[in-house]
């Protein structure tokens, strides 16, 4: 049980580093504007080396920074609900806390699914066509493996759950 955990641990904290560098860079796409290489990620744009505000306010960067702050918020319970399994503290009695770890890392992952796949869906169908020469950077990546992290984080956490379970029917009362 202790080996689910602590791999579902390491996943969580590495997806949620992932999901904090992703949400806060600003290369999830890159392209080439007027002869000049350009960058932009969720909070800026980047024209050369000038950097300005995306001060638009436009439905699908809002949504996709709504999802992938939900998504780092529960990934950071999931780790809090973790880590409080990992060292068997009583604070809730009748919720198991591996399970509760697993569920907020599976809510993690649908949030920066969702946010990955409006990003996407608007890049490729409105912006592909702006931009000439265009691709997808760095941040948008690391979005992509946070999705993996916290997916694997919740099935250590799930299975460290039927593990403690399958123990505890099994021990007489």
């Not at 890159?30 to 436009?58: D, M, N, P, V």
């Not at 920074?65 to 009695?93: E, H, N, P």
């Not at 916290?150 to 039927?162: D, E, H, K, L, N």
């Given at each position: 049980?202790?080996?689910?955990m602590?791999?579902?641990?390491?996943?969580?904290?590495?997806?949620?580093?992932?999901?904090?560098?992703?949400?806060?860079?600003?290369?999830?796409?890159?392209?080439?504007?007027?002869?000049?290489?350009?960058?932009?990620?969720?909070?800026?744009?980047?024209?050369?080396?000038?950097?300005?505000?995306?001060?638009?306010?436009?439905?699908?960067?809002?949504?996709?920074?709504?999802?992938?702050?939900?998504?780092?918020?529960?990934?950071?319970?999931?780790?809090?609900?973790?880590?409080?399994?990992?060292?068997?503290?009583?604070?809730?009695t009748?919720?198991?806390?591996?399970?509760?770890?697993?569920?907020?890392?599976?809510?993690?992952?649908?949030?920066?699914?969702?946010?990955?796949?409006?990003?996407?869906?608007?890049?490729?169908?409105?912006?592909?066509?702006?931009?000439?020469?265009?691709?997808?950077?760095?941040?948008?990546?690391?979005?992509?493996?946070?999705?993996?992290?916290?997916?694997?984080?919740?099935?250590?956490?799930?299975?460290?759950?039927?593990?403690?379970?399958?123990?505890?029917l099994?021990?007489?009362?």
């Amino acid at each position: 049980m202790y080996s689910f955990m602590g791999g579902g641990l390491f996943c969580a904290w590495v997806g949620t580093i992932l999901l904090v560098v992703a949400t806060a860079t600003d290369h999830w796409m890159q392209y080439r504007l007027s002869g000049s290489f350009a960058h932009q990620g969720l909070w800026r744009y980047c024209l050369g080396s000038k950097c300005f505000l995306q001060t638009e306010s436009i439905a699908y960067w809002n949504a996709t920074r709504a999802f992938m702050i939900l998504s780092a918020l529960c990934a950071t319970s999931g780790i809090i609900m973790g880590v409080l399994a990992f060292a068997q503290q009583s604070t809730f009695t009748r919720l198991s806390r591996p399970f509760s770890a697993g569920i907020m890392f599976f809510a993690s992952t649908l949030f920066v699914l969702l946010a990955l796949a409006i990003y996407t869906g608007v890049t490729v169908s409105f912006l592909g066509r702006r931009f000439g020469d265009w691709r997808f950077s760095w941040s948008y990546i690391l979005g992509w493996v946070a999705l993996l992290m916290t997916f694997f984080a919740g099935i250590f956490y799930m299975c460290a759950y039927r593990m403690h379970e399958c123990r505890r029917l099994s021990t007489p009362r």
